[in-house]
């Protein structure tokens, strides 16, 4: 089945540091989405992409939708305390609405 | 507050007790999504409704597990004789299908189900 992996799977870094990240897919993607999931709560939607290339930014975010269509990559530019978290990519299995989860990179940040 | 709220937020029960959560989505949304997430994993999909109608049940969701959605705006997930394993957190997304734009899920802040 469809299974998205996610590299690194976790990191520390130092407060002001950029962060890159990616999500690979064993098959095509139409829509890749990049959430973030502090601990005991939901996942809160950060980036979406809907066209392979798309490369969209939400603040310090960045986030490209592979020209392959089967990877997408997440940049955090200058990072904060309260990007600690843990992120999430995910996309629609199969054409359908079940959103499938990657494995989640924990990102730790060192003032 | 126009997000995606779920309650109770934490529910602790014993082993063979029934459990009832309730999801209420963003106002307009016409789907609503369950998921279940155990400890260090992602979500996994587990049921999904367009307005009133279950459209789809994932193999995960056993006998013992139930939902509804029957005005089509909140919805609640019933599990029947928790078990130990049923210990996760449980997930209710919305969005908004039909539109001319994508069809993007937002969700809760969960419920966390604790089964002892």
């Known amino acids: 089945g469809q299974q998205l992996n996610q590299s690194p799977q976790s990191m520390f870094i130092q407060e002001g540091e950029d962060v890159s990240m990616n999500c690979t897919s064993s098959?095509?993607?139409?829509?890749w989405l990049w959430y973030k999931q502090d601990p005991g709560e939901g996942p809160v939607l950060l980036i979406a992409?809907?066209?392979?290339?798309e490369l969209t930014s939400n603040g310090r975010l960045t986030a490209q939708f592979g020209i392959t269509r089967k990877d997408s990559f997440l940049n955090i530019s200058a990072s904060i305390p309260s990007d600690v978290g843990i992120y999430f990519c995910a996309g629609p299995r199969g054409g359908t609405y079940k959103y499938i989860f990657g494995t989640g990179t924990r990102l730790k940040v060192l003032a | 507050d126009t997000g995606v709220s779920q309650d109770p937020r934490h529910k602790i029960t014993k082993r063979g007790q029934n459990v009832t959560f309730r999801c209420d989505p963003i106002s307009e949304h016409n789907r609503l999504y369950w998921y279940r997430q155990t400890l260090g994993q992602g979500p996994e999909f587990l049921t999904y409704f367009q307005n009133e109608a279950q459209l789809e049940k994932s193999r995960l969701l056993s006998d013992r597990f139930s939902a509804e959605r029957p005005k089509g705006s909140f919805s609640t997930l019933e599990i029947q004789r928790t078990e130990q394993g049923d210990s996760a957190m449980y997930l209710c997304?919305?969005?908004?299908?039909?539109?001319?734009?994508?069809?993007?899920?937002?969700f809760g802040p969960g419920t966390r189900l604790t089964v002892l």
């Open positions: 098959s095509i993607f139409n829509t």
């Open positions: 992409l809907y066209k392979a290339g």
């Open positions: 997304a919305s969005s908004l299908y039909g539109t001319a734009g994508p069809d993007t899920q937002y």
